[in-house]
């Protein structure tokens, strides 16, 4: 049973409420094989995922698969507090099921998932054939190589919700480097968490227009530096305040699927469907959002007086990130969505 209104008081204004929608996705990805650009034919387990929406009092919310057909959005099952994760014999479906994250590379609207080649055990996008031919990319495929969900939004009122500025992306181990960091890479003294950093979000409206493309962790980098005997190695810089980790870099695609000889850079623009919002520093020393970010209003009254709205939300890993390594194979993080309603 949905809960009561409480209307606003005087102190609050126009402000409906504080935290209308707070949706937690747990994300707990055990990276067994995702090699990125570092090597061909990898996938990563999807065991672990756990998907937690809850909303506050005056709004509901559904979430259903990106590209679903909803022939009435007045009948999806509305509710105040939802949990996703990985089914178990005999229960219905989930989204989750299918989920095995692998290298991708996207602008956070459209998702391509290149083939690959080697080259002194390092792996990079084929962009031509031997024969010097553009070769064509697969487009990556949702619920499984990334993670895209639609998320319905309704609520008695009309108001604008937005993306709020504590949302974060936390890795599970508390010290990221040196000996107190747990879950630690073979590769050096640092843990395997730092794949955070090559985690990207973004949020699209109902018209296909980015509403937003955000790094949670772009104060990391991992270096890759070549040995003279053969081999690479790899140190994690933490800790960063500028350069090229706060910037978004993707290969663009045209409508004939091919790809673009070089990568294309989002640099961070106070627009942000423009540019690419990066996570600053709390006072608390954690990285969060850092701005509020406009993403919908729920304008449109149905037939049951109630005002809907409607995003896509995009996880995935960026095989042009340079955390999206084998150092790093095994991470884990939590991803916390936390968003605010205002009257329209």
């Known amino acids: 049973m949905m809960k009561k209104t409480v209307p606003p008081n005087r102190r609050t204004g126009r402000m409906i409420a504080k935290n209308l929608i707070v949706l937690l996705v747990l994300i707990a990805v055990t990276f067994v094989s995702m090699w990125a650009w570092f090597t061909n034919g990898a996938t990563a387990s999807a065991d672990g995922i756990n998907v937690q929406c809850a909303t506050a009092e005056g709004i509901e919310i559904a979430v259903v698969p990106h590209g679903d057909t909803v022939s009435d959005i007045t009948k999806l099952t509305y509710k105040d507090t939802i949990e996703l994760r990985k089914s178990e014999e005999g229960e219905p479906a989930s989204i989750l099921d299918t989920l095995s994250l692998t290298e991708i590379t996207s602008n956070g609207i459209t998702f391509y998932r290149p083939a690959l080649k080697q080259t002194d055990g390092i792996a990079s996008p084929v962009i031509t ?3 010097g031919n553009r070769v064509t990319w697969n487009e990556a495929v949702q619920q499984v190589h990334y993670l895209s969900f639609d998320l319905y939004i309704r609520s008695k009122s009309s108001q604008t919700v937005r993306l709020e500025n504590n949302s974060s992306f936390v890795p599970h181990s508390t010290y ?5 960091a747990t879950n630690k890479s073979t590769y050096g003294d640092y843990s395997r968490d730092c794949i955070v950093g090559a985690a990207r979000f973004s949020v699209v409206d109902k018209s296909n227009a980015r509403k937003v493309l ?3 962790h772009p104060e990391l980098k991992l270096e890759t530096t070549a040995n003279e005997g053969g081999g690479h190695t790899f140190t994690m810089l933490t800790g960063l305040t500028s350069g090229d980790s706060f910037n978004h870099q993707y290969y663009g695609v045209n409508d004939s699927k091919q790809p673009d000889d070089n990568p294309t850079v989002i640099s961070q623009n106070d627009d942000p469907t423009e540019g690419v919002t990066a996570s600053t520093k709390a006072s608390n020393g954690s990285y969060v959002l850092g701005k509020n970010v406009a993403l919908t209003k729920l304008e449109e ?9 409607l995003v896509t939300c995009n996880m995935w890993i960026e095989g042009e ?3 999206a390594k084998l150092a790093l194979v095994g991470g884990e993080f939590t991803m916390k969505l936390n968003f605010t309603g205002t009257a329209s």
Do not use: C, R, V
């Open 129 to 131: 054939d031997t024969d």
């Open 176 to 180: 990221l480097t040196g000996s107190p």
């Open 214 to 216: 955000w790094i949670p």
């Open 301 to 309: 009254k149905e037939s049951d007086n109630y005002y809907y709205g």
């Open 321 to 323: 990130d340079p955390e």
